[in-house]
């Protein structure tokens, strides 16, 4: 199984970024996935979650009606539409799927708000 996360980098407030997920190694559209961010010294926050259709989806309250999630399984990817970012936002993000009964994890991408 591997996740590898791009798209990241440094944004000012206000703006958008899209980040993906490559994944490879499991039947990608069996499984529900999901992003996660963590800032240093706090713990890792869930994001958004899709189902493995892509019908389903949720969002932490903290960005809900500001970013979406998305994913093709066709390609085995997965997406998350971040707009109106906030320097609250600013963390790593991390794409992750639970698959074969274990929490798999990206090494992540940073994403930095700032003016």
């Known amino acids: 199984v591997q996740l590898v996360e791009s798209g990241g980098g440094l944004v000012q407030p206000g703006g958008s970024l899209r980040l993906s997920c490559a994944a490879s190694?499991?039947?990608?559209?069996?499984?529900?996935m999901n992003w996660y961010r963590q800032v240093p010294g706090k713990e890792r926050e869930l994001v958004a979650e899709?189902?493995?259709?892509?019908?389903?989806?949720d969002y932490a309250d903290s960005v809900k009606g500001r970013f979406t999630i998305s994913r093709d399984n066709t390609n085995d990817m997965v997406y998350l539409e971040m707009n109106s970012l906030k320097p609250e936002d600013t963390a790593v993000y991390y794409c992750?799927?639970?698959?074969?009964?274990?929490?798999?994890w990206g090494k992540g991408t940073l994403v930095t708000v700032s003016s």
């Open positions: 992750n799927g639970y698959i074969f009964d274990m929490d798999y």
């Open positions: 190694g499991f039947a990608f559209s069996n499984y529900p």
């Open positions: 899709i189902s493995s259709y892509g019908g389903g989806t």
